[in-house]
Protein backbone atom coordinates (compact mmCIF):
# COMPACT_ATOMS: atom_id res chain seq x y z
CA UNK A 1 0.00 0.00 0.00
CA UNK A 2 1.37 3.11 -0.93
CA UNK A 3 2.69 5.90 1.75
CA UNK A 4 -0.52 8.14 0.96
CA UNK A 5 -3.27 5.38 0.70
CA UNK A 6 -2.12 4.25 4.37
CA UNK A 7 -2.27 7.87 5.56
CA UNK A 8 -5.59 8.51 3.99
CA UNK A 9 -7.11 5.28 5.63
CA UNK A 10 -5.51 6.00 9.21
CA UNK A 11 -7.30 9.28 8.98
CA UNK A 12 -10.66 7.81 7.76
CA UNK A 13 -10.52 5.72 10.49
CA UNK A 14 -12.26 8.13 13.67
CA UNK A 15 -9.57 8.66 16.46
CA UNK A 16 -6.78 6.82 14.78
CA UNK A 17 -5.12 10.34 13.20
CA UNK A 18 -5.56 13.79 14.21
CA UNK A 19 -6.07 16.71 11.55
CA UNK A 20 -2.87 18.00 12.33
CA UNK A 21 -0.92 15.17 12.23
CA UNK A 22 -2.50 13.73 8.82
CA UNK A 23 -1.17 17.25 7.07
CA UNK A 24 2.12 17.01 9.03
CA UNK A 25 2.75 13.54 7.23
CA UNK A 26 1.06 14.60 4.14
CA UNK A 27 3.92 17.48 3.90
CA UNK A 28 6.76 14.76 4.71
CA UNK A 29 5.14 12.95 1.91
CA UNK A 30 5.15 15.43 -0.70
CA UNK A 31 1.34 15.56 -0.94
CA UNK A 32 0.43 18.52 -2.40
CA UNK A 33 -1.85 21.11 -0.46
CA UNK A 34 -4.60 20.97 -2.33
CA UNK A 35 -4.58 17.58 -2.69
CA UNK A 36 -4.80 17.79 1.25
CA UNK A 37 -7.21 20.59 1.46
CA UNK A 38 -9.69 18.75 -1.04
CA UNK A 39 -9.63 15.70 1.16
CA UNK A 40 -10.20 17.65 4.49
CA UNK A 41 -13.24 19.41 2.97
CA UNK A 42 -14.90 16.52 1.51
CA UNK A 43 -14.00 14.19 5.39
CA UNK A 44 -15.93 17.78 6.78
CA UNK A 45 -18.77 17.41 4.18
CA UNK A 46 -19.55 14.08 4.81
CA UNK A 47 -18.40 12.97 8.54
CA UNK A 48 -17.51 9.25 8.95
CA UNK A 49 -20.18 7.25 11.20
CA UNK A 50 -18.83 6.01 14.46
CA UNK A 51 -18.88 2.32 14.81
CA UNK A 52 -21.58 1.12 16.90
CA UNK A 53 -20.73 -0.34 20.03
CA UNK A 54 -22.91 -2.09 22.55
CA UNK A 55 -23.43 1.23 24.86
CA UNK A 56 -24.99 2.75 21.95
CA UNK A 57 -27.64 0.89 20.93
CA UNK A 58 -31.24 0.85 23.02
CA UNK A 59 -33.30 -2.40 22.48
CA UNK A 60 -36.87 -1.19 22.15
CA UNK A 61 -39.95 -3.55 23.15
CA UNK A 62 -41.90 -5.45 21.10
CA UNK A 63 -44.76 -3.56 19.76
CA UNK A 64 -48.55 -4.56 19.78
CA UNK A 65 -50.94 -5.25 17.25
CA UNK A 66 -54.19 -4.77 18.74
CA UNK A 67 -55.48 -1.56 20.97
CA UNK A 68 -58.99 -0.52 22.68
CA UNK A 69 -59.29 1.54 19.48
CA UNK A 70 -60.71 0.98 16.11
CA UNK A 71 -58.91 2.03 12.82
CA UNK A 72 -61.91 3.88 11.95
CA UNK A 73 -62.12 6.16 15.38
CA UNK A 74 -58.53 6.74 14.97
CA UNK A 75 -59.28 8.32 11.44
CA UNK A 76 -61.97 10.47 12.91
CA UNK A 77 -60.21 11.94 15.69
CA UNK A 78 -56.61 12.43 13.76
CA UNK A 79 -55.60 16.32 14.21
CA UNK A 80 -52.83 18.48 14.54
CA UNK A 81 -51.74 18.93 17.89
CA UNK A 82 -49.10 21.29 18.92
CA UNK A 83 -49.85 21.81 22.47
CA UNK A 84 -48.11 19.41 24.54
CA UNK A 85 -48.40 18.67 28.48
CA UNK A 86 -44.65 18.18 29.30
CA UNK A 87 -44.71 14.68 30.54
CA UNK A 88 -42.79 12.22 29.76
CA UNK A 89 -43.33 9.56 26.91
CA UNK A 90 -42.20 5.43 27.90
CA UNK A 91 -40.29 3.26 26.19
CA UNK A 92 -43.00 1.58 25.18
CA UNK A 93 -44.58 4.56 23.46
CA UNK A 94 -41.38 5.45 21.60
CA UNK A 95 -41.74 1.61 20.16
CA UNK A 96 -45.20 1.91 19.60
CA UNK A 97 -44.28 4.48 17.31
CA UNK A 98 -41.43 3.62 15.40
CA UNK A 99 -42.76 0.52 14.44
CA UNK A 100 -46.25 1.93 13.01
CA UNK A 101 -43.91 4.32 11.12
CA UNK A 102 -41.11 2.00 9.45
CA UNK A 103 -41.81 -1.53 11.50
CA UNK A 104 -40.97 -4.78 9.65
CA UNK A 105 -44.45 -6.67 9.45
CA UNK A 106 -43.07 -10.00 7.15
CA UNK A 107 -40.08 -11.94 6.63
CA UNK A 108 -39.82 -10.82 3.48
CA UNK A 109 -38.60 -7.14 5.56
CA UNK A 110 -41.61 -5.64 4.42
CA UNK A 111 -43.25 -2.87 6.66
CA UNK A 112 -45.98 -1.14 7.86
CA UNK A 113 -45.79 1.37 5.23
CA UNK A 114 -45.55 1.10 1.11
CA UNK A 115 -42.49 1.49 -1.18
CA UNK A 116 -42.16 1.76 -4.31
CA UNK A 117 -40.39 -1.69 -5.23
CA UNK A 118 -39.93 -2.36 -1.76
CA UNK A 119 -37.04 0.61 -1.88
CA UNK A 120 -37.32 1.95 1.16
CA UNK A 121 -35.59 5.20 0.79
CA UNK A 122 -36.56 6.55 4.08
CA UNK A 123 -34.37 6.34 7.51
CA UNK A 124 -35.52 7.56 10.80
CA UNK A 125 -34.65 9.60 13.99
CA UNK A 126 -35.47 10.35 17.06
CA UNK A 127 -34.76 13.37 19.07
CA UNK A 128 -35.10 12.39 22.67
CA UNK A 129 -35.85 15.08 25.74
CA UNK A 130 -37.48 13.35 28.11
CA UNK A 131 -38.65 9.71 27.65
CA UNK A 132 -38.46 7.24 30.34
CA UNK A 133 -35.29 4.71 31.01
CA UNK A 134 -34.21 6.77 27.59
CA UNK A 135 -30.98 9.24 27.82
CA UNK A 136 -31.38 12.36 25.46
CA UNK A 137 -29.82 12.07 22.79
CA UNK A 138 -30.23 12.00 18.74
CA UNK A 139 -30.87 8.01 17.96
CA UNK A 140 -31.69 6.17 14.18
CA UNK A 141 -34.06 3.84 14.23
CA UNK A 142 -32.38 0.89 12.88
CA UNK A 143 -34.08 -2.12 11.20
CA UNK A 144 -34.72 -4.76 11.50
CA UNK A 145 -33.45 -5.36 14.87
CA UNK A 146 -36.24 -2.91 16.20
CA UNK A 147 -33.58 -1.05 17.80
CA UNK A 148 -32.73 2.36 18.43
CA UNK A 149 -28.60 3.23 17.70
CA UNK A 150 -27.79 6.46 19.90
CA UNK A 151 -25.39 8.92 17.35
CA UNK A 152 -25.45 12.24 19.44
CA UNK A 153 -25.66 13.19 22.91
CA UNK A 154 -27.62 15.66 24.44
CA UNK A 155 -30.85 17.33 24.15
CA UNK A 156 -31.03 19.09 20.80
CA UNK A 157 -34.65 19.62 20.76
CA UNK A 158 -34.12 23.53 21.24
CA UNK A 159 -31.62 23.41 18.34
CA UNK A 160 -33.99 21.52 16.18
CA UNK A 161 -36.66 24.37 16.80
CA UNK A 162 -34.35 27.07 15.71
CA UNK A 163 -33.86 25.27 12.64
CA UNK A 164 -38.14 24.58 12.22
CA UNK A 165 -38.21 28.63 11.84
CA UNK A 166 -38.71 28.86 15.62
CA UNK A 167 -41.57 26.47 16.10
CA UNK A 168 -42.46 26.30 19.76
CA UNK A 169 -44.18 22.94 19.58
CA UNK A 170 -40.46 20.98 18.53
CA UNK A 171 -39.23 22.42 21.67
CA UNK A 172 -41.73 21.50 23.70
CA UNK A 173 -42.31 17.81 22.58
CA UNK A 174 -41.16 14.55 24.64
CA UNK A 175 -39.36 13.19 21.15
CA UNK A 176 -39.25 14.79 17.53
CA UNK A 177 -39.21 11.92 14.90
CA UNK A 178 -36.99 13.18 12.07
CA UNK A 179 -37.94 11.40 8.52
CA UNK A 180 -35.13 11.85 6.01
CA UNK A 181 -34.06 9.95 2.42
CA UNK A 182 -31.46 8.57 0.63
CA UNK A 183 -33.02 9.26 -3.01
CA UNK A 184 -30.43 7.35 -4.85
CA UNK A 185 -32.20 4.03 -3.19
CA UNK A 186 -35.35 4.72 -5.48
CA UNK A 187 -34.34 7.31 -8.39
CA UNK A 188 -31.83 4.39 -9.54
CA UNK A 189 -34.53 1.92 -10.36
CA UNK A 190 -37.30 4.36 -11.26
CA UNK A 191 -35.24 7.51 -12.55
CA UNK A 192 -36.20 11.28 -11.86
CA UNK A 193 -39.94 9.68 -10.95
CA UNK A 194 -38.59 8.03 -8.16
CA UNK A 195 -38.35 11.66 -6.42
CA UNK A 196 -42.41 11.48 -6.01
CA UNK A 197 -42.46 7.98 -4.93
CA UNK A 198 -40.02 8.72 -2.28
CA UNK A 199 -42.04 11.84 -1.10
CA UNK A 200 -45.60 9.85 -1.37
CA UNK A 201 -43.71 7.00 0.89
CA UNK A 202 -43.11 9.45 3.17
CA UNK A 203 -46.57 11.12 3.50
CA UNK A 204 -48.25 6.93 4.03
CA UNK A 205 -45.14 7.28 7.07
CA UNK A 206 -46.59 10.52 8.27
CA UNK A 207 -50.40 9.12 8.79
CA UNK A 208 -49.07 5.92 10.48
CA UNK A 209 -47.27 7.82 12.62
CA UNK A 210 -50.62 10.15 13.36
CA UNK A 211 -52.90 7.27 13.63
CA UNK A 212 -50.51 5.78 15.99
CA UNK A 213 -50.07 8.78 18.16
CA UNK A 214 -54.13 8.31 18.20
CA UNK A 215 -54.42 4.93 19.31
CA UNK A 216 -51.77 5.88 22.28
CA UNK A 217 -53.37 9.08 23.11
CA UNK A 218 -50.61 11.19 22.28
CA UNK A 219 -50.24 14.02 20.10
CA UNK A 220 -48.38 14.87 16.67
CA UNK A 221 -48.03 17.90 14.08
CA UNK A 222 -46.60 17.26 10.66
CA UNK A 223 -43.56 19.94 10.14
CA UNK A 224 -42.02 20.51 6.66
CA UNK A 225 -41.09 23.87 7.61
CA UNK A 226 -36.67 23.92 8.34
CA UNK A 227 -34.15 25.25 7.32
CA UNK A 228 -32.50 22.22 5.35
CA UNK A 229 -29.07 22.89 6.03
CA UNK A 230 -29.32 23.83 9.45
CA UNK A 231 -31.24 20.35 10.64
CA UNK A 232 -28.37 18.00 8.48
CA UNK A 233 -26.28 19.75 10.71
CA UNK A 234 -27.81 19.46 14.29
CA UNK A 235 -28.30 15.95 12.94
CA UNK A 236 -25.01 14.88 11.66
CA UNK A 237 -26.25 13.36 8.36
CA UNK A 238 -24.60 12.06 5.72
CA UNK A 239 -24.22 14.30 2.36
CA UNK A 240 -26.42 12.07 0.53
CA UNK A 241 -29.33 12.23 3.59
CA UNK A 242 -32.31 14.54 3.21
CA UNK A 243 -34.21 15.94 5.79
CA UNK A 244 -37.94 15.73 4.80
CA UNK A 245 -40.28 15.58 8.01
CA UNK A 246 -39.79 16.58 11.47
CA UNK A 247 -42.77 15.20 13.66
CA UNK A 248 -42.99 16.25 17.56
CA UNK A 249 -44.80 14.02 19.72
CA UNK A 250 -46.04 14.23 23.40
CA UNK A 251 -48.60 14.06 25.64
CA UNK A 252 -51.50 16.32 25.08
Not at 42 to 47: F, G, I, V
Not at 55 to 76: F, N, Q, V, W, Y
Request: glycine residues 8%; hydrophobic residues 40%; proline residues 6%.
Amino acid sequence: MKGEEFLFINFLKKGTISRKEFIRRATLLGISLPTVASFLAACAKEPTPRPVTPEMEAKLLEPRHDSGISIEETLLKRRSVRDYTGEPLTLQEVSQLLWAAQGITDPRGLRTAPSAGATYPLETYVVVGDVENLAEGVYRYHLPKHELVKVLDGDLRTELAAAALGQNWVREGAINIVFTAIYERTTRRYGDRGIRYVHMELGHVGQNVHLQAVALGLGTVVIGAFRDDQVKEILNLPQDEQPLYIMPVGRK
